[in-house]
């Protein structure tokens, strides 16, 4: 008769050990969780940006602004947390969008910890009528980087901003 032979504990409890040493060292480098924290953040980004631009829609209609293009003075703008925003057809008007315009309908930290870039077409920035947010304080060059978050002006009285994530390169 044949005598069977199996693996001990203290067998097992090394080769488990063993595996547990290489599961903290490896993967890491197999789960980057940091890209995932990123996309999110965009998201949140997207979020408050139509709901501050929402807000600011919200105070045009009670102005009976609307419907109306930018017109480059105070029929196309309203008072948002003490900061005139400048609007076309109502929403935040990314043509003539700033730093000290955007935090009276947003709050985040630019400069600190987004970059806010305003489009005029050239290579490293967005189109024309649009304007980019992207983690970090440091330019960005949206031509080439896709992590960030656009917004884009509306096109007419019957039609919102687009506000895009693009988050495949976070």
């Not at 488990?16 to 890209?35: C, E, H, K, N, Q």
């Not at 076309?88 to 709050?107: H, K, N, R, V």
């Amino acid at each position: 008769m044949q005598q069977q032979r199996g693996f001990t504990l203290i067998e097992l409890i090394i080769v488990i050990v063993i595996l547990g040493i290489l599961a903290v060292t490896a993967a890491p480098r197999f789960i980057d969780l940091s890209s995932d924290a990123t996309a999110s953040t965009l998201k949140g980004v997207k979020a408050a940006m139509q709901s501050g631009a929402q807000l600011v829609y919200a105070k045009s209609a009670i102005a009976g602004q609307q419907t109306t293009a930018n017109a480059g003075d105070d029929t196309s703008e309203v008072s948002v947390s003490g900061v005139d925003v400048q609007t076309d057809f109502g929403y935040p008007d990314a043509e003539e969008m700033t730093e000290a315009m955007l935090a009276g309908w947003m709050q985040l930290d630019i400069g600190t910890d987004f970059n806010f870039v305003l489009g005029s077409g050239d290579a490293d920035t967005p189109a024309v009528g649009t304007f980019g947010i992207a983690p970090g304080a440091t330019a960005t060059d949206y031509s080439t980087d896709t992590c960030h978050v656009l917004y884009t002006d509306a096109e007419n009285a019957n039609s919102a901003p687009v506000i895009t994530v693009v988050d495949t390169g976070c």
